[in-house]
């Protein structure tokens, strides 16, 4: 649990509030490539750490990321027409450049140099791994690189980033990113569905590990080591049967980011306000590019491999024009009670709509006061003192030093079985190649 | 009228405040029994008294009504599995029995006891007449019995019971369970409508009085007697032609029951929160079950023989999914400009309904400095005070009579003709036998 | 800018404000006609300067406007029956006349002289020139004659007025109202558009001024004169190729109208509450009725004679039941981003809707301390110091003039082309027999 002044600090990004002020250090992907796909498109409305702001990409391919509304008398940005070289208000022509700079003002006469003292609020925006990213922070502190996570150089096909609202504070989310313990219930069968023949023609021969052991112990222990980019999360799983362990490595990387051991897969969960966030999904393949079923099942919000209600939509696609999913806390995220008697505990198919259910149901922002946190629960904790701990030093000047090792994000989630006496210090220097070497497919 | 303080004490139910303690001295009609209508059907939310609770039915048919949120990170367990003898969070499956203790706690090691120290606010719920009922007040305090209305014993099929949301705070539900006087309008027929021949033909040898003489008279006086339920209220209307008096007899019972003369119906205004309450529509026969067509028309909202308009439909339904209707202040209660200006004073069918617009107009918390009460709000009046008495009272420590007499709960509502002579308390005499005795289709 | 006091001044318009009891010392226009077309026609919810009210009119045609919920118990009297002679409360029967008065309270018995001590709060409401007016101020201080807009006393067939909700304050409806600088931009073609044979053809011959000469000149220099019913806005356009100045006088009318000189129009921007204001679209001819295509266009909200886009729909139409248009915040007013890239510049359709995305996006109430006011916008803080100067002498004690000169505001607005010498002053002389004159179509 954490106290009332505690989780005040940890959930409100505002300007001004520790944690608000820690995650402006960092660069934030703030929106999908595909959202500003070319020159001159619809700017779009971005808010981010509780900032209203729009971005917008000019006519030789920059990009801007500016205060919503016009400098002159207030109107939204959204509207304005991006044509050749800047963002025009429409309502009176004011012409903003992707810094902000007041480039055009009509309304006054041409000798006027009253658009010179005219600038937008506006933030160093770059693109990057199928992302666009923004550094709201100060401008001394802007680390020069992105974080340099494996998507980040592989060819375009290769990609498949998927994003979606998600309705409470990002720490919520964050929790759920770093606790995969959860997995044994939320996004799995029930013994009764597994025992079906259905389910063992499924899984048989299969050698992937997360089927096979997720569910062996359900009381995983946790380890967590503080590394250059935030936490590894070590999960190990006893395998009675084989007398082994079965290990999973995740990862926290600060400020919002999570890596599991599934197909090179990453979350980052970006605050838009205290009481919602997006969920990025980042996957991408080193070897080989996305096949077309993949991407179709993906973009159509169906789990890839290990759903076990098998071929079910995942989150039931988005609402059109939005990244809301249909299925939402408004509609009790479409609650199957036949599947979760049947078929799995939640009654809910696809990971992503389960951990929104999971999550958002808790409240925009959960009353940690009333939790009561157990054994498996130690790498929250470790990732909660972390991310206090940056934000209390900051606050004393203390920078953090996580947004300039851009390369510590190069690390992938693992899964492996090992012997028992195998402890969790060796079993990190084993899979050191695995952890920091290219991803297979 | 009342002052803000007194509406404040009035209108306030949330844990702690003067009548919230109150109302959580007496056993409360939360659910009808068929939103849990078998072991280990689907958890139902149940917000009361403005906390927020999930209901459900074990295995073995046991009730449990817990708080809405698991103990360990605080997910909804509305979404939980109702299992083998308990309901499963679906995040970690944390399990709890219907007393709130947890009896699986998976995430921990079998030797582990935390499990022992985690225990969910619990309430003590119960099966009865159709209904399901809780008690969210001390446990020292809980009376040993639920209140014995007459619907309480009779067999399944001679009830006939029904639920909606009506948005407002209970208090004015209360007022206009009371107030009888307003039938004349609010549930009346216009002059013009009566002369029909259709509305003759209609009332033709009727020995319904409350057809023949409700608006015989529009300004009755009104006459309380205290009882040990709460107030008997009588109405009394002149009948000029005939030199008599009809008499109704209404009851209203604390905290929020009223009965009304007419089919031995009536009903709960239980408080869900200061906002919104339910209006349980509780009906029942004791002679014999209700008929199909009865049935069918309750469930329709049809009203079922006093409805001016004739067989229209009472409140068009309910909202699927929910129990709220199809019209409802978001659509003026799809008033009828037309049928208001031909047949009645609304242009709404259905009491139902007409009730609601009435009390939901005013606000969700009517402003009571604002009112002018008159001689027939004198019942109104006297419960008022006889619940911001017994709130006061309870403050000092005195606790109220009333959850201590169950049968005092089994009368009924009666009306009648008596000649002029016949003083109030004599007619309580007379009236004895039928406000106490068995009651006839 | 503004301060932020100053800007809390401007705006709150509920009672005690300054500015609320400035406002109320004007006739205000409340309703279109056809609200309440008829003796006993249903009554009418009027939400405005923040008072809940209803209007209607009673059997003899005789205007009522009173406070909305019924002094008795307070349900509300939209819902009473509009009937001989009163509005008559569906609860209880209670009746009211149009001046507020208890004319009949059937619940007390007929000695009773109880009904004498009940009245509702009523304004003084009055039919003119195809609307509903009301003086919400103290009566001591009723201006006794309604504005006479030359609206005012045409036949009903020579008017066409409707109008929409605009979600934002009324003072930033009435900047847009002055501001006839965004005309250049809001509601303009772009260059490219203008090129276009299509566009070439259908101003051919034409010798609309506003087609012609609007968007010749982006840096129209702004002048006001201070007159008997507000401000007399001169915009001066330079015509390069001509060596002439096209000059438009708009003119703002205390406290919330607008002229332009298109067809003899004006607004009304009429505050309901703080954050929202109706905009009532005004229009006469003098010489001859709408044509029935005239009307048809209008009231489908086509623009009538300058939509560049050509026959466009304006608004998309209301939301049947209400006077909100289909095209809105919610939706983002439907831009099309095809029409900003290849038509104008906002790419919406119709001067209505490009006002309301200019004017509602800068939030409800604008936060001026944000603004860069230019030359262009002079006549606006000009109308923001008349506004704020009334409030603040109205405080102390120094009524308005304005409301007492009701012949002043018969002005219409003109246009037209002038030898550069001629100076402001000596153009208002030369127009003066226009300005007030009787209008042509």
Same mark, same amino acid.
């Given at each position: 649990?954490?106290?009332?002044?505690?989780?005040?600090?940890?959930?409100?990004?505002?300007?001004?509030?520790?944690?608000?002020?820690?995650?402006?250090?960092?660069?934030?992907?703030?929106?999908?490539?595909?959202?500003?796909?070319?020159?001159?498109?619809?700017?779009?409305?971005?808010?981010?750490?509780?900032?209203?702001?729009?971005?917008?990409?000019?006519?030789?391919?920059?990009?801007?990321?500016?205060?919503?509304?016009?400098?002159?008398?207030?109107?939204?940005?959204?509207?304005?027409?991006?044509?050749?070289?800047?963002?025009?208000?429409?309502?009176? %022509?004011?012409?903003?450049?992707?810094? !902000?700079?007041?480039?055009? /003002? *009509?309304? =006054?006469? $041409?000798?006027?140099? +009253?658009? #010179?003292?005219?600038?937008?609020?506006?933030?160093?925006?770059?693109?990057?791994? %199928?992302?666009?990213?923004?550094?709201? !922070?100060?401008?001394?502190? /802007? *680390?020069? =690189?992105? $974080?340099?996570?494996? +998507?980040? #150089?592989?060819?375009?096909?290769?990609?498949?980033?998927?994003?979606?609202?998600?309705?409470?504070?990002?720490?919520?989310?964050?929790?759920?990113?770093?606790?995969?313990?959860?997995?044994?219930?939320?996004?799995?069968?029930?013994?009764?569905?597994?025992?079906?023949?259905?389910?063992?023609?499924?899984?048989?021969?299969?050698?992937?590990?997360?089927?096979?052991?997720?569910?062996?112990?359900?009381?995983?222990?946790?380890?967590?080591?503080?590394?250059?980019?935030?936490?590894?999360?070590?999960?190990?799983?006893?395998?009675?049967?084989?007398?082994?362990?079965?290990?999973?490595?995740?990862?926290?990387?600060?400020?919002?980011?999570?890596?599991?051991?599934?197909?090179?897969?990453?979350?980052?969960?970006?605050?838009?306000?205290?009481?919602?966030?997006?969920?990025?999904?980042?996957?991408?393949?080193?070897?080989?590019?996305?096949?077309?079923?993949?991407?179709?099942?993906?973009?159509?919000?169906?789990?890839?491999?290990?759903?076990?209600?098998?071929?079910?939509?995942?989150?039931?696609?988005?609402?059109?024009?939005?990244?809301?999913?249909?299925?939402?806390?408004?509609?009790?995220?479409?609650?199957?009670?036949?599947?979760?008697?049947?078929?799995?505990?939640?009654?809910?198919?696809?990971?992503?709509?389960?951990?929104?259910?999971?999550?958002?149901?808790?409240?925009?922002?959960?009353?940690?006061?009333?939790?009561?946190?157990?054994?498996?629960?130690?790498?929250?904790?470790?990732?909660?003192?972390?991310?206090?701990?940056?934000?209390?030093?900051?606050?004393?000047?203390?920078?953090?030093?996580?947004?300039?090792?851009?390369?510590?994000?190069?690390?992938?989630?693992?899964?492996?079985?090992?012997?028992?006496?195998?402890?969790?210090?060796?079993?990190?220097?084993?899979?050191?190649?695995?952890?920091?070497?290219?991803?297979?497919?």
């Amino acid at each position: 649990m954490l106290s009332v002044e505690q989780t005040e600090m940890l959930t409100r990004v505002g300007p001004g509030t520790p944690m608000g002020d820690l995650l402006r250090r960092y660069w934030t992907p703030i929106l999908l490539q595909e959202e500003l796909p070319e020159p001159d498109c619809p700017p779009v409305r971005v808010r981010i750490f509780c900032e209203d702001l729009v971005a917008f990409r000019d006519s030789e391919g920059r990009l801007g990321l500016v205060e919503e509304l016009c400098a002159h008398r207030q109107t939204s940005l959204f509207f304005g027409r991006n044509e050749e070289g800047g963002l025009r208000c429409a309502y009176h %022509g004011w012409k903003y450049d992707v810094a !902000g700079n007041c480039i055009d /003002m *009509p309304t =006054e006469s $041409p000798e006027s140099n +009253f658009k #010179d003292k005219v600038k937008l609020i506006s933030y160093e925006v770059r693109d990057g791994g %199928g992302l666009i990213w923004a550094y709201l !922070g100060p401008r001394e502190f /802007m *680390p020069p =690189e992105l $974080p340099q996570f494996r +998507f980040m #150089d592989v060819p375009e096909e290769h990609r498949l980033h998927t994003k979606y609202l998600r309705e409470c504070n990002f720490a919520q989310a964050i929790d759920g990113g770093i606790d995969s313990v959860h997995t044994n219930f939320l996004h799995a069968g029930l013994d009764r569905y597994r025992k079906t023949d259905a389910y063992k023609e499924r899984i048989k021969g299969s050698t992937d590990l997360d089927l096979l052991y997720r569910t062996a112990d359900d009381a995983p222990k946790f380890m967590t080591k503080r590394t250059d980019y935030g936490l590894l999360v070590g999960a190990r799983r006893n395998l009675e049967a084989e007398n082994k362990y079965y290990w999973r490595f995740n990862h926290f990387l600060m400020p919002f980011y999570s890596m599991t051991p599934r197909g090179g897969g990453g979350h980052a969960f970006v605050p838009i306000d205290d009481y919602n966030c997006w969920s990025f999904n980042l996957s991408s393949k080193v070897d080989r590019p996305y096949t077309e079923e993949e991407r179709e099942r993906q973009l159509a919000g169906i789990a890839m491999d290990h759903d076990l209600a098998g071929g079910v939509n995942m989150h039931g696609g988005l609402i059109p024009g939005t990244y809301r999913t249909v299925r939402n806390r408004d509609n009790d995220f479409l609650i199957d009670r036949t599947m979760q008697k049947e078929v799995n505990f939640t009654g809910l198919a696809g990971t992503g709509i389960q951990d929104s259910m999971a999550q958002v149901t808790m409240g925009a922002i959960a009353n940690r006061t009333r939790e009561h946190l157990g054994v498996t629960d130690i790498a929250i904790i470790q990732a909660r003192r972390l991310m206090l701990g940056q934000a209390i030093d900051l606050q004393e000047g203390i920078e953090p030093a996580e947004p300039h090792t851009p390369e510590a994000y190069s690390v992938v989630g693992v899964q492996f079985v090992e012997e028992k006496d195998v402890t969790f210090d060796e079993c990190i220097e084993r899979q050191r190649p695995r952890l920091y070497a290219e991803l297979g497919s």
